[in-house]
């Protein structure tokens, strides 16, 4: 018999300066990695540029069976305010609750900030219409919307030449009529029109961040949908993935290319959802399920915590100041990547970003024309980075022009080159680190109890240093950090999020009346992932409680292991909470009565799993991998701000087997990343491919225990 051509599954992840792809080969079960230049205007052109480079290397387009895509092209659209012209409609007499926001400075150093000012208005006062209409607290209609105050809505948005509106009335979240009827009057009125509603985004209280919400994906969906369409349209033309085409979520699921228009927002995170659930994946393979993900690309550093294999999702999110209320992934973002920019101010005081040379022109060590000191040029100074070539030889490195620019960098400074590139990195692992905080400590969890899974292209060249400075006690480094966000998107499974608003003390609350509002949404989720090719053996739902003591001004979601419920399990839930609000808040009212806010459902379209790789048993000496010696340099381990180059061994991470130890200070290369691992550290090799960085104590400090 003729052998069966394999068929191959591919996810991409757009990053600030490589676009990654993982290749799954169905056939043989394996997979592989590629990095392409990103192209930062034209996104799709690295993802096709990628395509047609897997074609030279035996994968066809018409050979991929599935598609699955991260991108960050609605997380730029609203960072740098290149979305959508937004028209409004609000209910008469509530205008202001958009400008007003939530009346307060948002926490953190906003607080302490004089020059403090709220993020500009993504509708302006402008385009924004009252309508008059009013809907109960119980959904009743109170005062019904007129055709004539339709008409007029229609009239003034297509005079305003907006090209996406939304539409946020009071209580819609208990009966969609009024909204529903403005929406189907504006698609009438302007086909072309991209409308949101708030009640089928998100159905559920708190006016103004349903509201908030509703706008920015109002103003970031028509930027999405026409690159997905865009994107989706050359892909049909290659004949990849027909039908089977999926984009990342912020959530940490996938979701159809067709529905992507629809919820923009929900792709705010796309791309660092990928590696959370990778790395969910190699905590549970090698039993280590309290993690810190840490993730350092070109551009940005992305940190989450995963406790008990679990990563945290929240609902109440703020990106730059804008609240958006749909499930993410709590992740910390910070303007910390390799090409982060080093300048000198006025004042003689080094900063280290926001601002990044990107892809282009990108680090001066990359030879495209960068000028200016990043944090990649300053690790090329400090040896920790190839001073030739990266990628395999890929990659040209141009160290003359990266020593250039960091001594640019020293002049103003009064310092030595060596100096100011010492002075960058500890800079933006100061930052790191304290994105770090942010996640763990500041909210009560102890470092020491959690390993610090490093990746992106950077993330290993700092997670040494960084895990000595928090006290963190060990350091996995997956076998492609490069491309892990890819692989993550490669083992997402297809999610679909849904909430609805009702409030009742779960003391009146009937069994029957939350498995009634559970089934509604379980039937309106397995229609959708039925249409979508999940089979109902391939489908799984889990459900959640919001409650809050009564009166409290925000929730905590409460794990339902199944469905119907029965007054028993309604008991025990709010027992639950009593734990959940102590363990997040470090307090408890078991005598307060208590209130269930929301009923959300997570529908689950489940792909077929992707097996990590295995590693065979080192079976030759560690040194056999040792493919030269460098200078790099290592600061002074007592925290001293003085160190010293040392004559560091050079390691091919291919070379390695399980069980192989290196002793630090050692470079560890690869074709998607570099490993430091530092002077009283060790690493060794586990049968996953994994790095394991631990710290060597002293002899001294270990007589002494």
């Known amino acids: 018999m003729p052998e069966r051509p394999s068929t191959y599954r591919v996810a991409t992840d757009t990053g600030g300066t490589f676009t990654d792809f993982v290749v799954f080969d169905e056939s043989a079960g394996t997979y592989r990695i590629m990095k392409v230049p990103s192209s930062p205007h034209q996104p799709d052109q690295a993802l096709l540029a990628g395509l047609a480079t897997l074609e030279e290397q035996g994968v066809p387009p018409d050979a991929i069976s599935v598609f699955t895509h991260g991108t960050t092209v609605g997380t730029n659209a609203l960072l740098e305010e290149r979305g959508a012209r937004v028209g409004l409609a609000v209910t008469r007499g509530f205008r202001g609750v958009y400008e007003a926001m939530e009346q307060s400075r948002p926490f953190g150093p906003s607080v302490f900030d004089l020059g403090y000012t709220k993020p500009a208005l993504l509708a302006a006062e402008s385009d924004t219409v009252e309508i008059p209409e009013r809907l109960g607290a119980d959904g009743t209609v109170r005062e019904p919307v007129s ?52 009640s089928e ?109 679990e990563p945290t999702v929240s609902d109440q999110n703020t990106l730059e100041g804008r609240h958006i209320a749909v499930p993410m992934l709590d992740i910390n973002t910070v303007s910390a990547g390799g090409g982060t920019v080093a300048v000198v101010d006025r004042h003689g005081s080094l900063h280290v970003g926001p601002r990044s040379a990107g892809a282009v022109p990108g680090p001066a060590a990359y030879g495209k024309g960068g000028r200016t000191a990043t944090v990649t040029d300053a690790n090329v100074v400090l040896g920790y980075l190839n001073p030739v070539s990266l990628l395999d030889g890929g990659l040209a490195v141009d160290a003359a022009a990266a020593e250039h620019v960091v001594a640019e960098v020293a002049g103003p400074l009064g310092v030595d080159t060596v100096r100011a590139a010492d002075g960058i990195v500890r800079i933006v692992n100061v930052k790191m680190g304290q994105a770090i905080r942010s996640i763990s400590t500041e909210r009560g969890f102890d470092l020491r109890d959690f390993t610090l899974v490093a990746f992106g292209g950077a993330g290993p060249l700092h997670a040494s240093q960084i895990a000595l400075d928090l006290g963190i006690p060990r350091v996995l480094v997956p076998p492609s950090p490069g491309a892990t966000s890819a692989l993550g998107l490669l083992m997402s499974d297809v999610k679909h999020d849904l909430v609805r608003s009702r ?148 390691y091919a991470r291919a070379g390695l087997g399980a069980g192989h130890r290196i002793t630090g200070p050692a470079v560890v290369e690869q074709y998607d990343s570099t490993v430091v691992v530092f002077p009283g550290q060790q690493a060794e090799a586990d049968s996953h491919g994994n790095l394991l960085i631990t710290r060597v104590r002293p002899a001294a400090e270990r007589s002494s225990r």
């Open 147 to 198: 055709e004539e105050a339709v008409a007029e809505a229609v009239r003034r948005f297509r005079e305003s030449g907006v090209e996406s509106v939304a539409v946020s009335l009071l209580f819609s979240f208990m009966n969609d009529e009024h909204e529903e009827r403005l929406a189907q009057a504006l698609r009438a009125a302007d086909p072309g029109l991209w409308v949101t509603t708030s």
């Open 503 to 650: 409030l009742t003390d779960i003391g009146e609350l009937r069994a029957e009346d939350a498995n009634e509002l559970f089934e509604q949404m379980v039937r309106t989720a397995a229609k959708q992932l039925s249409q979508e090719g999940f089979s109902k053996d391939a489908t799984a739902f889990r459900y959640f409680l919001d409650m809050r003591y009564s009166g409290q001004g925000y929730e905590n979601p409460v794990p339902v292991a199944s469905v119907p419920l029965t007054p028993d399990d309604l008991a025990r839930h709010r027992r639950d909470f009593d734990a959940i609000h102590e363990q997040c808040h470090g307090h408890a009212a078991p005598d307060q009565s208590v209130e269930v806010v929301n009923y959300r459902v997570q529908a689950i379209g489940l792909v077929p799993p992707v097996s990590l790789p295995t590693l065979p048993a080192a079976e030759g000496p560690v040194s056999a991998a040792v493919v030269g010696t460098r200078p790099a340099y290592f600061p002074d381990t007592a925290g001293s701000d003085t160190g010293a180059y040392v004559d560091t061994p050079v």
């Open 201 to 309: 985004l998100l159905p559920q209280m708190r006016e103004y961040v349903r509201l908030s919400t509703t706008v920015i994906n109002a103003y970031v969906s028509p930027v999405v949908g026409r690159y997905v369409g865009r994107l989706s349209a050359a892909l049909e033309r290659l004949g990849v993935a027909p039908g089977r085409r999926f984009t990342m979520q912020s959530n940490g699921g996938s979701v159809p290319f067709d529905r992507t228009p629809d919820r923009g927002v929900a792709t705010i995170l796309s791309g660092p959802a990928g590696g959370v659930t990778a790395s969910v994946a190699i905590g549970r393979a090698v039993g280590i399920e309290d993690l810190i993900t840490f993730d350092m690309g070109g551009t940005s550093c992305d940190v989450a915590l995963i406790q008990g294999g």
